[in-house]
């Protein structure tokens, strides 16, 4: 099993950054690949970006790239999103996922991830 929790989530203004923060927690060693999504009311959740635990590649969503960075501390079993730039479409829930023990390919399908942490709240003012 595998336990996330994410937190710092919040309130901003249009321009200013974030950084969400994602702990996890159970048979970390085998998160190969980690990934976050969000979901905005009365949307499907979409994927933000993923990133391998041993390679290091990351993928993005179009509309976050070159705003939104992931990056991962794997001694410490953290995985982080850096959000530059916020604009109020990104107004959502944003949630940590793993996939299934050992998978290494970055999925961008929400079907595709297993576990899943309890979400937190970004909120982008104009």
């Known amino acids: 099993q595998v336990q996330l929790v994410e937190s710092g989530g919040g309130l901003v203004q249009a321009g200013d950054s974030l950084r969400l923060f994602c702990v996890t927690s159970g048979r970390t060693f085998a998160t190969y690949a980690m990934g976050w999504f969000r979901q905005a009311p009365g949307k499907e959740r979409e994927f933000v970006a993923a990133n391998s635990r041993y390679s290091g590649t990351s993928k993005y969503a179009d509309p976050v790239k070159g705003r939104f960075t992931i990056s991962r501390d794997n001694p410490k079993n953290m995985v982080y999103l850096q959000m530059n730039s916020l604009k109020p479409e990104d107004t959502a829930v944003y949630y940590c996922?793993?996939?299934?023990?050992?998978?290494?390919?970055?999925?961008?399908?929400?079907?595709?991830?297993?576990?899943w942490g309890q979400g937190t709240q970004v909120t982008v003012s104009s």
């Open positions: 996922a793993a996939p299934a023990p050992g998978t290494a390919i970055l999925y961008t399908t929400s079907d595709k991830y297993t576990y």
